[in-house]
């Protein structure tokens, strides 16, 4: 499997940017997927999840309210819409694909990793 992240930049506070993570070589709609931050000198983080069918998604209360996660299966993209970005918002941006089962909210969790798009906002 192959996750190409993109959509990452520098923003102001309080504004937007939606990610995107490419995916090819697995059936794409019969996974789950989610995404990730790292902040400098941080542990890596859960961000979203969602379902294989997009039906059920998931998010810590750190950003429940500001980002949407969401997926096309029909074109093998998964997104992340970010609004009302703060800085404490920068990080690495990491999508990833779980092939079983267990919680979203844990990295050990998935399989597979994108290389990461950085997102950077200015206070």
């Known amino acids: 499997v192959q996750l190409q992240a993109s959509g990452g930049g520098l923003v102001q506070a309080g504004g937007s940017l939606r990610l995107s993570c490419a995916a090819s070589g697995r059936t794409f709609s019969n996974y789950d997927m989610g995404w990730f931050r790292q902040a400098p000198g941080k542990e890596r983080e859960f961000v979203a999840g969602?379902?294989?069918?997009?039906?059920?998604?998931y998010y810590p209360d750190s950003v429940k309210g500001r980002f949407t996660i969401s997926r096309d299966n029909t074109k093998n993209i998964l997104y992340l819409q970010m609004n009302s970005l703060k800085p404490e918002d920068t990080a690495v941006y990491y999508c990833?694909?779980?092939?079983?089962?267990?919680?979203?909210?844990?990295?050990?969790?998935?399989?597979?990793w994108g290389q990461g798009t950085l997102v950077t906002v200015s206070s």
């Open positions: 990833a694909l779980k092939l079983g089962g267990g919680s979203h909210y844990y990295s050990r969790h998935y399989d597979y």
């Open positions: 969602i379902s294989w069918s997009g039906s059920s998604t």
